[in-house]
């Protein structure tokens, strides 16, 4: 299984971007793989953490940081996972990481390779 994510780059502060996190490479009998995808991010100096994440239901969650601003969204039939980011802010500067799994976002799972967001000021 593979994550392979784009979509980061440059932004002022107000602006949007949208992530992309494409799946890849599980056998048939591996979908529940991608029961559960989202992202994480970490920033300069601090922790990963959560910022959304989706089941294949369509069950969203949102850090409280994000609420309102940030919206998740995925493609079952691509397994494939959206963030779209508006508003965007200094601090939401980080590096965004892709992440999939069968139950939790916080059990094992697959991780993408990292896409850099810099929202300047």
């Known amino acids: 299984v593979q994550l392979v994510e784009s979509g980061g780059g440059l932004v002022q502060a107000g602006g949007s971007l949208r992530l992309s996190c494409a799946a890849s490479?599980?056998?048939?009998?591996?979908?529940?793989?991608?029961?559960?995808m989202g992202w994480f991010r970490q920033g300069p100096g601090k922790a990963r953490e959560l910022v959304a994440g989706?089941?294949?239901?369509?069950?969203?969650n949102y850090a409280d940081s994000v609420k309102g601003r940030f919206t998740i969204s995925r493609d079952n039939a691509k397994n494939t996972v959206y963030l779209q980011m508006n508003s965007l802010k200094p601090e939401d500067t980080a590096v965004y990481y892709c992440?999939?799994?069968?139950?939790?976002?916080?059990?094992?799972?697959?991780w993408g390779q990292g896409t850099q967001v810099t929202v300047s000021s």
């Open positions: 992440k999939s799994g069968s139950s939790s976002l916080y059990a094992p799972g697959t």
């Open positions: 490479g599980a056998a048939s009998g591996s979908i529940f793989s991608f029961n559960v």
């Open positions: 989706i089941t294949r239901g369509g069950t969203t």
